[in-house]
Nanobody
Framework: QVQLVESGGGLVQAGGSLRLSCAASGRTLSTYVMGWFRQAPGKEREFVARIYWSGGSTYYADSVKGRFTISRDNAKNTVYLQMGSLKPEDTAVYYC?????????????WGQGTQVTVSS
C-alpha cells in the first residue's frame, strides 16, 4: 500500500503561483510513477503531470506545459507541483496518485485531494 497526503491548495489570483505537495509513505517509491490529476466541478478528472520516481522523467498535459513543474524530493518522499501563471480554468481539486512503473495507465493509489481556486 501507498499512502498519499496532499497539501498546499488555496485561493490565488489569476497570474499567481502555488506549490502543491504530496507526501508519500508505505512503500519504497523507486519503482513508482507519481502523477497529479485534477477535477473541476462538472468535469471529468484529467491528467496534469507525472514523474518517474527513479530518473525523474516528466510529462505534462498540453494545458499546463510551460506553467507547471512536477518534481520530487527523495529524502522527504514528497512530490511537488509548482504551478505558475495560474488561470481561472486551473480551478479544480488536485489529486496526487501513484502507480507501479509496470502498471500502465492505471493509478491504484490516490490522495484525498486539495482544492485550488484561481480568481479572475
Amino acid at each position: 500500500q501507498v499512502q498519499l497526503v496532499e497539501s498546499g491548495g488555496g485561493l490565488v489570483q489569476a497570474g499567481g503561483s502555488l506549490r502543491l505537495s504530496c507526501a508519500a509513505s508505505g512503500r519504497t517509491l523507486s519503482t513508482y510513477v507519481m502523477g497529479w490529476f485534477r477535477q473541476a466541478p462538472g468535469k471529468e478528472r484529467e491528467f496534469v503531470a507525472r514523474i518517474y520516481w527513479s530518473g525523474g522523467s516528466t510529462y505534462y498535459a498540453d494545458s499546463v506545459k510551460g506553467r507547471f513543474t512536477i518534481s520530487r524530493d527523495n529524502a522527504k518522499n514528497t512530490v511537488y507541483l509548482q504551478m505558475g501563471s495560474l488561470k481561472p480554468e486551473d480551478t479544480a481539486v488536485y489529486y496526487c496518485a501513484a502507480r507501479p512503473t509496470g502498471l500502465l495507465g492505471s493509478y491504484p493509489y490516490w490522495g484525498q485531494g486539495t482544492q485550488v481556486t484561481v480568481s479572475s
